[in-house]
């Protein structure tokens, strides 16, 4: 017999020796034994909570026939939870089982045998029914139980395509399979299509109890468990547990598992159960006739019924990708002057450095070359070139782990100290670039002036799961990334620009369309002509991202700066200095929901400052003017508040105004916001003002409160009023209220 072979026989012979065991108590009742049952329907409900774990389960057993001695049941139950509390699991199940009282070395004790069908889905969204048959003997002062999982559905369930070189190490680990799926060779990378999937195998647990006579009375129970996988590796596992009754129908349940793909899981919680017997006791036997079967002792913790593998599986056959070129610390120098050929930088022999030859060598024998980086350093050479490189359209970059097979993890991009310019189409993945005064010419990049740009390009930009630096001193003008024409793309990558007496610093710079998802930017500059900007171009939208912004200017330090329009989405802008300052600003119309805008500086403050139309929506903006200059929370022409706080709060004789038609003639919308205007010395404080226009308020009620230290000053709005919001909105001048 094959070990195969052996272990298919040892899983089949278990269930199928628990489900001769029920049939065989079931052929010892005679239909005539059978009177009114005198058992009672019980209900059972637990919680259990751990570290980033919670669970819980309800069940009801349902007698259907028995006397005295024997009972035969329905059993239902739902088992849901999670195990790292954003997704969750459940388990639908449905049983049957028998018991029976009889005695075993003189003791009385009840014998049983059940059989249940589960309905398993996982926090992926698979998918599967298990087989759970089980036997179980409770006596007095111990009780055990043995129960077998089969999986009647396909073992395998998929839920995500992918390549095999982006699977993570707890797919690699827990799989056997993953030798020759991607590997490099030459100038290519061999990738094979894979699909993730959940794994369900054939398991065994038993379980073994012993009464404990305290204070209540309660159960110490101890078990294995050991489930085994077609397509990953085995799980074997231990599991304890103590449940103490605080009365006849309440316990305290402590366990803790350990096996080896979970390690050790800690959990606590409370086990009710309800059906006129005292759980509390275990004399006579009876009363354990509708105990509860506690099942699903591996996973129990995380709401499920049994434990499942991440594994993978081939779905077709291996992706070739070409043309492309190696580079690794530990590779080989190529000379500055040298002639490139096509044994140059492969993955057998990386090249150790990035220079201008070597790009154009690159570009002229394999065009649209991918560059592809060992985590390490590489400077380039500043001899002739001014320490930046200009690469060919079509030449990307891409930061790799030591062996190329993987993406290179955020804690370690391989780091480029120079700046890289694109004749057009630039593209930068999982890599870091520092670019500390190594300036570009204006003839080369079409910015307004000489600058330390770290990545650019003439047309379109793409910068992903990277780190961009830039630093300027001694009067460097300094820009982390810049794009000449059209459009600026940033996805999950971390920005920082800081320049010390140059005329400008920015984040991102372009004229067209800059879009920011899930990034932060941080720029600071000090005693510039020219300011210092977060974010500037034409069109921008920035989503799931920081800004932070500090400088001192007198033209100005702004978060985000649009020379059309901008959105901000969910999203943080932080901005303070001295001189003028803007969070953020658009020449046309702007667009900010569940965002926050937080404006700090020693002269004129604006939180949102638009050219056309505001729309806020459930965000918070704030600008605080501290020692001079004027404080705008919103300035705009219409606008519209909604599910929103503004704050606007000067410490000076200047004006604070919540919300500002900066016109006059405008409709401001007010709907279940909260706007305050406070000024701490002798200047205006204002809620909402429109010169000739209209205020509304809609919706919801909202508050607009205005406090300053003459109370002459302190004006909750100006402009024509039309209070429609339900109930009515309230204003408040220095703490006097009144129906706007």
């Known amino acids: 017999m094959t070990h195969a072979t052996a272990l298919t026989a040892k899983t089949t012979i278990i269930p199928s020796t628990i489900m001769a065991f029920i049939f065989s108590l079931y052929s010892e009742v005679t239909y005539s034994e059978f ?54 699991n459940v388990v639908y199940s449905l049983g049957t089982g028998f018991r029976q009282l009889t005695h075993l070395n003189q003791a009385p004790v009840a014998l049983g045998g059940f059989f249940f069908a589960d309905y398993q889905k996982t926090a992926n969204r698979t998918q599967a029914w298990l087989a759970n048959p089980g036997i179980e003997l409770l006596g007095q002062y111990n009780e055990a139980r043995v129960q077998g999982y089969i999986p009647l559905s396909h073992a395998s369930q998929p839920y995500q395509n992918l390549f095999a070189s982006e699977l ?97 899981k800690f959990s606590i919680g409370i086990r009710l159960s309800f059906d006129g017997f005292n759980y509390a006791e275990t004399q006579p036997i009876s009363e354990r006739m509708t105990a509860p079967i506690i099942r699903h002792l591996a ?17 077709s056959p291996q992706v070739i990708t070409n043309n492309i070129w190696f580079f690794s610390p530990n590779g080989t120098f190529q000379g500055h002057n040298a002639p490139v050929n096509l044994l140059n930088c492969t993955a057998e022999n990386p090249c150790l450095n990035l220079d201008q030859t ?35 359209d079509g030449q990307t970059l891409w930061g790799r782990t030591s062996n190329f097979i993987n993406p290179a993890n955020f804690n370690q991009l391989p780091h480029i100290i120079g700046g890289l310019w694109w004749s057009n189409n630039g593209l930068i993945n999982n890599m870091q670039v520092t670019n500390i005064n190594q300036v570009m010419p204006t003839v080369i990049t079409g910015s307004l002036f000489d600058a330390a740009i770290t990545v650019g390009a003439n047309t379109n930009m793409v910068i992903n799961n990277s780190v961009i630096n830039s630093l300027g001193t001694q009067e460097v003008n300094a820009y982390a ?171 000076s004789d ?46 919801g009620a909202s508050h607009v409160i205005a406090q300053a230290n003459e109370p002459s000053l302190a004006l909750p709005t100006r402009g024509a009023v039309r209070n429609r919001s339900k109930p009515k909105s309230l204003c408040i001048a220095n703490g006097v209220i009144t129906n706007c």
């Open 35 to 88: 009177i009114t049952a005198p058992w009672s329907t019980r209900f059972t409900g637990q919680g259990l909570v751990g570290d980033h774990l919670v669970s819980g389960f309800i069940d009801g057993m349902q007698p259907l026939i028995g006397n005295n001695n024997q009972l035969w049941f329905l059993d239902g139950s739902v088992l849901g939870g999670s195990g790292d509390f954003h997704k969750e």
């Open 168 to 264: 993570s190490q707890m797919n690699v680990a827990s799989s056997p399979n993953f030798n020759h799926l991607n590997y490099v060779q030459g100038h290519s990378f061999f990738d094979t299509p894979v699909a993730l999937t959940d794994e369900y195998g054939t398991g065994v647990e038993a379980e073994l109890g012993h009464y404990l006579p305290w204070y209540q009375g309660g159960w110490l129970r101890g078990g294995v468990y050991y489930f085994q996988f077609n397509h990953a590796k085995e799980i074997t596992g231990v599991e304890a547990n103590i449940e103490l009754f605080a009365r006849k129908n309440a316990a305290l349940i402590v366990q803790d598992n350990y096996d080896n793909q979970n390690k050790n």
């Open 299 to 315: 996973r129990q913790y995380e709401g499920l019924g049994t434990p499942v593998r991440k594994g993978f599986k081939p779905t």
């Open 358 to 392: 070597l790009t154009n060598g690159i570009a002229t024998i394999a065009p649209q070359a991918q560059m592809w980086f060992a985590p390490g350093t590489y400077i380039l050479p500043s001899t002739g070139n001014n320490g930046f490189i200009q690469l060919a």
């Open 481 to 651: 990334s810049y794009a000449n024409n059209n459009n600026l793309y940033v996805n999950y990558s971390i920005l920082n620009a800081n320049s010390e007496t140059g005329l400008a610093v920015g984040g991102l710079n372009n004229y067209e369309k800059i879009f920011i998802n899930y990034s932060i930017i941080n720029i600071a500059g000090s005693n510039l002509e020219f300011g210092n900007y977060g974010v500037v171009g034409q069109n921008l939208s920035v989503k799931h991202s920081t800004i932070n912004a500090i400088g001192t200017s007198e033209t100005g330090t702004y978060g985000v700066a649009a020379n059309n329009n901008a959105t901000v989405t969910q999203s943080i802008v932080n901005v303070t200095g001295t001189g003028l300052i803007f969070g953020v600003s658009a020449i046309n119309n702007a667009h900010v929901s569940n965002s926050v805008i937080n404006t700090t500086a020693d002269g004129d403050v604006y939180g949102l400052s638009t050219g056309n139309d505001a729309l806020v929506t459930s965000s918070l903006i704030t600008s605080y003017a501290r020692s001079s200059g004027l404080s705008h929370a919103v300035d705009a022409f219409n606008s519209i508040i909604t599910s929103s706080q503004i704050y606007a709060k000067s410490a």
């Open 654 to 699: 200047n004006e604070a105004i919540g919300v500002i038609d900066y016109i006059g003639g405008a409709t401001i919308n007010i709907s279940n916001s909260f706007i305050n205007a406070e000024n701490t010395q002798g200047g205006l404080a204002q809620g909402i003002d429109t010169v000739g226009g209209e205020i509304t308020f809609t919706g």
